[in-house]
T-cell receptor, first 112, second 118 residues
Framework: QKEVEQNSGPLSVPEGAIASLNCTYS??????FFWYRQYSGKSPELIMF????GDKEDGRFTAQLNKASQYVSLLIRDSQPSDSATYLC????????????FGSGTRLSIRP | GAVVSQHPSRVICKSGTSVKIECRSL??????MFWYRQFPKQSLMLMAT?????????EQGVEKDKFLINHASLTLSTLTVTSAHPEDSSFYIC??????????????FGNGTRLTVT
């Protein structure tokens, strides 16, 4: 079982709709969770981080964390073509606290 | 804040030569930096953790004699790919936590180095 799993996509969403990206992790002791956006040929950029169960909102982005289900998601409201990218879920694992482990990423495509 | 600079952004080298990649934290000090590698359409794979003033910690399967890491100061880590081969062609990205050695703080990435070995 991979430590951090994401559906590779592509996920196609119409412009203006809500895009929902999901991620599960295997280490129950994981403490911090991150969402990065990566455009093709570029390095990842941080979108959001979340540490506690529940929702965290930042502009059009909402991160949701459910530690009991070992599940973290990212919602993008009012999707724009510029949101088309690969979204990487990352987790700081309890077993190796200094490292951040990345999922394989979900490719999101916003169609006009 | 938390700017990580990586150089060069792109390098082409011949098989058998060595290539050095620099990673600098511009506005903060980083006792720890992380080196990732990414092959096309794949995720980021952690290669090693670079520790200022001590030896790097390599992930399983990463050859420490091939990928030499030096972290001589609080703002600079270097990765040297020795005796490069075409299979080493990849996107190499360094990262650091933004001035806080808090395990829960996020990583900030350099712009990456696209290595092509011919």
């Amino acid at each position: 079982q991979k430590e951090v799993e994401q559906n590779s996509g592509p996920l196609s969403v119409p412009e203006g709709a809500i895009a929902s990206l999901n991620c599960t992790y295997s280490d129950r002791g994981s403490q911090s969770f991150f969402w990065y956006r990566q455009y093709s040929g570029k390095s990842p950029e941080l979108i959001m981080f979340i540490y506690s169960n529940g929702d965290k909102e930042d502009g059009r982005f909402t991160a949701q964390l459910n530690k009991a289900s070992q599940y973290v998601s990212l919602l993008i409201r009012d999707s724009q073509p510029s949101d088309s990218a690969t979204y990487l879920c990352a987790v700081t694992t309890y077993s190796s606290a200094s490292k951040i482990i990345f999922g394989s990423g979900t490719r999101l495509s916003i169609r006009p | 804040g938390a700017v990580v600079s990586q150089h060069p952004s792109r390098v082409i080298c011949k098989s058998g030569t060595s290539v050095k990649i620099e990673c600098r934290s511009l506005d903060f000090q980083a006792t720890t930096m992380f080196w990732y590698r990414q092959f096309p359409k794949q995720s980021l794979m952690l290669m090693a953790t670079s520790n200022e003033g001590s030896k790097a910690t390599y992930e399983q399967g990463v050859e420490k004699d091939k990928f030499l890491i030096n972290h001589a100061s609080l703002t600079l880590s270097t990765l040297t790919v020795t005796s490069a081969h075409p299979e080493d062609s990849s996107f190499y990205i360094c990262s650091a936590r933004g001035g806080r050695e808090d395990y829960n703080s996020p990583l900030h990435f350099g712009n990456g180095t696209r290595l092509t070995v011919t």
